[in-house]
Each structure stands twice: as C-alpha cells, then as structure tokens.
C-alpha cells in the first residue's frame, strides 16, 4: 500500500474534506491494509458526525473561537475542533514552552469537568498526555496539557 495514499486520507479527514474511500481501499493489498483502511474510513464517519453535531448547536453555545488569550495563555492556533471543545496550541510565558489547551464548549457543569481534569494529571503513562492545569476562565472551562508539537 502506498503510505501517502494513507496520510492523504487522513489529512482530508482532519481538514473536514471528502475522501474517495475506493480509490483508497484500491491501494490496500493485504487484508491487514484494508482493515486499516476500514478503520480510517470509521475516524471520518466519526469525524463528520461530530462536525455536525457542532453545527446544530445554537448560536449562543457555540464556542468562541476569535479568543487570542485564555487566562495567561497566548493562543497561537487551532489544532482541533469537536462537538466538547476546542483544542489550541498555545504559549505559556510563565512556564516559556508550547502547550496544548482544550477549553470546553459552555460546560454547564465545570466542577465536573475540573475533578476530570485533576484526576488526569495524576496519570502518568508514555500513551497518556500530562496535564498539568485545569481552570475556569470567563466561564469557560480549559485543561492544559503537554506535547503542543512546534
């Protein structure tokens, strides 16, 4: 199987395009491929439904995603969007590295989602990201992690 047909696939997912599956699945020549291939077609079955899912909610729980700043953190960009929250590479100046930040969608309930938060940060596992903050800022609810790439 070519790996970029693969990589292609993905990178549609993610960017919230369409993917001609038989084309892909033509470039599988195991059995083990095409189970690859059967999954990644899942992850944008997936993927499609949680986008619309967020575009059913109403405007006013939308998120805000014009936000160039959550507490102390800069946001530098979106890295992902679904139908909980919002996930951004961002900046941290007091600790000076990149980190990943997902602020929750309007949580009606953000002592729920700040427990969650401070029982992951007790788990450390090399498959698990580190978090290591979980606050509420202008009502929205945000945990910070580790691992924001470059």
């Not at 470039?27 to 999954?39: F, K, M, N, P, Q």
């Not at 929750?104 to 788990?123: C, D, I, K, N, T």
């Not at 596992?125 to 470059?150: L, P």
Request: aromatic residues 6%; charged residues 25%.
């Amino acid at each position: 199987m070519r790996d970029q047909s693969l990589f292609d696939a993905a990178g549609r997912i993610a960017d919230g395009e369409m993917v001609d599956w038989p084309t892909v699945t033509s470039t599988a020549s195991s059995h083990d491929e095409r189970i690859l291939v059967d999954g990644l077609a899942l992850v944008a079955r997936v993927a499609a439904g949680h986008r619309r899912l967020h575009e059913l909610l109403p405007e006013d729980q939308r998120p805000d995603f014009d936000r160039a700043r959550w507490g102390h953190l800069d946001l530098l960009n979106v890295v992902g969007r679904g139908s909980y929250g919002t996930v951004y590479r961002a900046w941290d100046p007091r600790l000076e590295r990149l980190v990943a930040l997902k602020v929750f969608h309007r949580s009606p309930h953000p002592e729920v989602v700040m427990r969650e938060g401070r029982m992951l940060a007790r788990v450390r596992h090399e498959n698990v990201v580190s978090v290591y903050g979980a606050d509420v800022v202008d009502g929205a609810v945000g945990c910070g992690a580790a691992g924001a790439g470059r």
